[in-house]
C-alpha cells in the first residue's frame, strides 16, 4: 500500500500529464488552423 505523500506524487504526476495532453491538442489544434491562413508578406 502507498503512503500519503506517494499517493499525491502521482496524483500530481497524472495531472501534470492531463494538462500537457490538452496543451499539445490546443497547439495542434491552432496550428491547423493556421495552416489554413495564406502567408502575409513582410
Do not use: Y
Not at 494538462?19 to 495552416?35: I, S, W, Y
Request: glycine share 8%; aromatic share 0%; hydrophobic share 45%.
Amino acid at each position: 500500500m502507498r503512503d500519503a505523500p506517494q499517493l499525491r506524487v502521482g496524483e500530481e504526476v497524472a495531472g501534470a500529464r492531463a494538462l500537457n495532453d490538452l496543451a499539445m491538442q490546443l497547439l495542434t489544434k491552432a496550428h491547423d488552423e493556421l495552416r489554413g491562413v495564406p502567408p502575409t508578406p513582410l
